[in-house]
């Protein structure tokens, strides 16, 4: 794992106060603020991902999906801002979230810091070949096939490629 990828990772266990394997510590929205994490939540999860979320909540893997959407809006509240990664290569850019679907993916490297989040860059694909670029958030989460990944962590482009799951 690269330095820059256990740098997001620390970030997030700052901001969440959960660690990716779900251990409860401390930080920005822990004990769970659940506006901000909704809030957080809602500007880039479809809305029927993030309903079925809520309603997971009441039921008995309510923990699970608690400690969930605590750590995705850390890693969204630590996602480089656009622009942020211009000077790094772009086989060392972090691919901090993915969003997947049929035959959609989308592996998100920078989101707009703007206060609505309209856009976001990274690598894309519709089944055929991945391309770098902007993509329309708000017309990803309208996508009702589209999800994303709660289990995908952080990875650089090249670790990416290597796995074969960008090429």
């Known amino acids: 794992m690269s330095n820059t990828s256990n740098q997001i990772k620390?970030?997030?266990?700052?901001?969440?106060g959960v660690d990716y394997e779900g251990k409860i510590l401390s930080g920005k929205f822990y004990p769970y603020d659940?506006?901000?994490v909704c809030r957080a939540c809602a500007q880039f999860m479809p809305a029927s991902q993030l309903r079925f979320?809520?309603?997971a909540i009441k039921g008995e893997e309510g923990q699970y999906f608690i400690d969930t959407l605590t750590k995705m809006a850390a890693v969204w509240e630590a996602a480089p801002a656009t622009y942020g990664t211009l000077d790094t290569p772009a086989?060392?850019?972090i691919a901090v979230m993915h969003f997947f679907?049929?035959?959609i993916d989308f592996y998100m490297v920078e989101k707009d810091k703007e206060?609505?989040?309209l856009q976001a860059y990274g690598y894309f694909s519709y089944g055929k070949g991945y391309e770098a670029g902007f993509v329309d958030l708000e017309g990803l989460k309208r996508q009702r096939i589209i999800n994303v990944d709660f289990h995908y962590?952080?990875?650089t482009i090249a670790?990416?490629?290597l796995a074969g799951k960008i090429r």
């Open 115 to 117: 206060a609505e989040q």
């Open 159 to 161: 670790t990416l490629r």
């Open 34 to 36: 659940w506006p901000k």
């Open 101 to 103: 679907g049929g035959r």
């Open 10 to 16: 620390t970030e997030v266990r700052k901001i969440a």
């Open 153 to 155: 962590m952080p990875e």
């Open 53 to 55: 979320c809520m309603d």
């Open 91 to 93: 086989e060392q850019q």
